[in-house]
């Protein structure tokens, strides 16, 4: 196996683009790929998209060449993943695999999604397809109403708060109000998120992701080539994709994302790294209740603590261990199938030391996790200076 | 139906924002139940809110969704 870095990035901002298609949008992020990289198109050996629901948001399927021939590249194996939430984490995970197995040297991985020319009602609707349809979906379950129950149980059995959720959400708010790329650059209070408008109990708004639109690609390529392309290659150390059940109720413990947790054990073992050496992470907060588990099962505090993690302070941008320093799906946005790439871009960019005023203290070593639907996918990937 | 009648909540949400089809009904609760026989399933529940640990019984399925209720 090769050693694969990424040698450039490129993202659109995230938010609501009433005048931009889901082309346009993927055709920027790509673009700007290809100029941060010093690679033309005709040099990409293959094209991997992550897209969640083209076909359902947008009406468009056959998305991966539309999209790529937009951007200019042609003649080459161009894929769509689905994997919900995860899609793009897939398809940056194959794309790895095929750099590291030597299929290809240059490789185009991006992802995007178009929600907003919908309603929240349809959005939601769509949505609620990652989920199990002949059951949990058919009964009248959301994926917030999914979430708000493993809050629940989470509450149940280890003592987590309304007030410890909400943290996470603060602490994302303050963060994204300084990212210029975010959906809702507005710092929130705590006495705000906690009287939010309630979306499934216990969670309300300030809970829950944004509904956005938004594209992010990322360029990989073999790491003994990464060098002639630019002077701040960020490695892949580790990188795992798992898969769990898709029906919440089929899970024998909700209270913890199995995939998670194996992903995580995998990429760390792939990195040679422990929980301890992570300096920083961008965590899957679809919901507040989802970053807390994921500091859970990715071993960043005991199972249980993850609230008492959060309320702590210890993720806060100026914390021992910033977590989701671009704001987070909370508020920088969550266009489903852009955000596993996106995640990767975010930790480049604190890697090279590029994030300006959410720059972290340390930055040698980050963590992503992109998680899919209530966690029958996960990818987690660990990257490093090279 | 498959499974026992009955069962305990396991974890609950009441549903305020609700997907397309189902906006007439919100709000509304659903529940994963714990069945006798260990087994879990997604329900709607009827009536009296319901919280972790309650009884709960089996009442109908209308339009393919089970009901349950708190059981007195």
């Known amino acids: 196996m090769k050693a694969v870095a990424v040698i450039g990035i490129g993202k659109t901002a995230f938010g609501a683009f009433p005048d931009r298609d889901l082309r346009s949008l993927a055709v920027e992020a790509g673009q700007k790929c290809l100029a941060d990289a010093h690679v033309s198109a005709s040099q990409v050996e293959a094209f991997y998209l992550g897209n969640f629901a083209g076909p359902s948001f947008v009406g468009q399927n056959h998305l991966a060449p539309y999209v790529a021939s937009g951007i200019g590249i042609t003649d080459v194996p161009c894929t769509r993943f689905e994997a919900a939430c995860a899609s793009s984490g897939s398809a940056f995970f194959h794309a790895v695999s095929s750099v590291a197995a030597g299929l290809y040297d240059l490789v185009l991985v991006e992802g995007v999604e178009k929600m907003t020319s919908q309603s929240t009602p349809k959005v939601t609707e769509i949505l609620a397809g990652a989920g199990d349809c002949s059951g949990e979906i058919r009964v009248g379950a959301t994926f917030p109403a999914l979430f708000a129950m493993i809050a629940r149980r989470h509450m149940h059995q280890f003592g987590t708060t309304r007030e410890q959720m909400a943290a996470a959400a603060v602490k994302n708010h303050a963060n994204g109000a300084k990212n210029p790329l975010a959906h809702m650059r507005k710092v929130i209070t705590m006495e705000q998120a906690l009287a939010g408008k309630p979306v499934s109990d216990p969670l309300t708004v300030y ?10 690609a990322v360029m990989i390529a073999p790491l003994e080539r990464a060098r002639e392309f630019t002077d701040k290659p960020v490695r892949i150390l ?3 994709q798992t898969s769990d059940q898709v029906a919440l109720d089929m899970k024998e413990d909700i209270t913890t994302f199995r995939a998670v947790r194996m992903a995580g054990e995998r990429a760390y073992r792939m990195a040679g ?46 914390g021992e261990r910033p977590v989701n320093a671009s704001g987070g ?34 930055h040698s070593l980050g ?20 | 139906m498959s499974g026992s009648p009955s069962g305990a909540v396991y974890t609950e949400t ?11 009904d919100a709000p509304y609760q659903i529940a994963i139940v714990t069945l006798a026989d260990e ?10 809110r319901v919280y972790i640990g309650d009884a709960v019984e089996f009442i109908e399925e209308r339009n393919g969704i089970p009901f349950y209720r708190k059981r007195v």
């Not at chain 1, 960019?349 to 720059?359: K, M």
């Open chain 1, 329 to 362: 799906l909370k508020a920088k946005g969550h266009p489903v199938g852009a955000t596993g790439v996106g995640q990767i871009c975010d930790i480049v960019t604190q890697i090279r030391g590029d994030a300006g005023e959410l720059q972290v203290a340390r």
């Open chain 2, 14 to 24: 009441v549903v305020h924002m609700a997907p397309e089809q189902f906006a007439a």
């Open chain 1, 207 to 216: 809970d829950c992701s944004l509904i956005s639109d938004g594209a992010a």
């Open chain 1, 367 to 386: 963590l992503a996790e992109n998680l899919g639907g209530s966690g029958a996918t996960a990818v987690v990937t660990i990257l490093g200076a090279a």
């Open chain 1, 273 to 318: 790294v422990s929980a301890r050496d992570i300096e920083f992470a961008e965590l899957h907060d679809c919901f507040t209740i989802a970053e807390i588990i994921a500091t859970e099962d990715l071993d960043f505090v005991a199972k249980g603590q993850g609230g008492r993690y959060a309320l702590e302070g210890r993720t806060c941008l100026k």
């Open chain 1, 238 to 240: 580790g990188i795992a």
């Open chain 2, 39 to 48: 087994s879990r399933r997604t329900v709607r529940i009827a009536g009296e």
